[in-house]
Antibody, heavy 120, light 107 residues
């Protein structure tokens, strides 16, 4: 079955960097758009970024563009999020999610999340 | 960005009640609208995609409708396990966006 496992979260100071990873299994990784979605403590969901199966098409939310970089390694079935110039408002649970390669790109599968805390 | 506005932000209901949550997009998104359920401490779970298509394994008491800018999630008879927060999400544009969420609480 589909499994997504995030890692790399932790405590980082404002202005610092962190790299999140998402290990995927149970499906043909390179066939699907992959996403990062975050949720600040007690708040709603915020879509962060997505990358096409080939890695050639990438989109970001305005709130992270220029600071975050999404990438993938299809040989390793892995998705990444490089986060630079971190701010307090980036504190959140970060989820990776698979967009189903059908008509509506619905997010059918999610990982359990990895927590990022930005604080001095 | 397309803004997604859900109403109400929260509601109280009893087991067996019919519950309706609405989601409005700031511009037309055709049927590129998905609904998720999230319980505390858990990842979201897809309920409905394409505005009205029930995800496999989701109980038939959940239903979705709408197109363009106005959408509805209906729970026909609320069950104890349905108390949760519900989010709509659009996948029409390159930047996807979620609604702010609707918390369904026990009356």
């Amino acid at each position: 079955q589909v499994q997504l496992v995030e890692s790399g979260g932790g405590l980082v100071k404002p202005g610092g960097s962190l790299r999140l990873s998402c290990a995927a299994s149970g499906f043909t990784f390179g066939d699907h758009y992959m996403n990062w979605i975050r949720q600040a403590p007690g708040k709603g969901l915020e879509w962060v970024s997505k990358i096409s199966g080939s890695g050639k098409t990438i989109h970001y939310a305005d709130s992270v563009r220029g600071r975050f970089t999404i990438s993938r390694d299809n040989a390793k079935n892995s998705l990444y999020l490089q986060m630079n110039s971190l701010r307090g408002e980036d504190t959140a649970m970060y989820y990776c999610a698979r967009a189903f390669a059908g008509s509506y790109y619905e997010l059918r599968d999610w990982g359990q999340g990895t927590l990022v805390t930005v604080s001095s | 960005d397309i803004q997604m506005t859900q109403s109400p932000s929260s509601l109280s209901a009893s087991v067996g009640d019919r519950v309706t949550i609405t989601c409005r997009a700031s511009q037309s998104i055709s049927k590129y609208l998905n609904w998720f359920q999230q319980k505390p401490g858990k990842a979201p779970n897809l309920l409905i995609y394409g505005a009205s298509i029930l995800q496999s394994g989701v109980p038939t008491r959940f239903g979705g409708s709408g197109s363009g800018t106005d959408f509805t999630l209906t729970i026909s008879s609320l069950q104890p396990e349905d108390f949760a927060t519900y989010y709509c999400q659009q996948t029409y544009t390159t930047q996807w966006t979620f609604g702010q969420g609707t918390k369904v609480e026990i009356k």
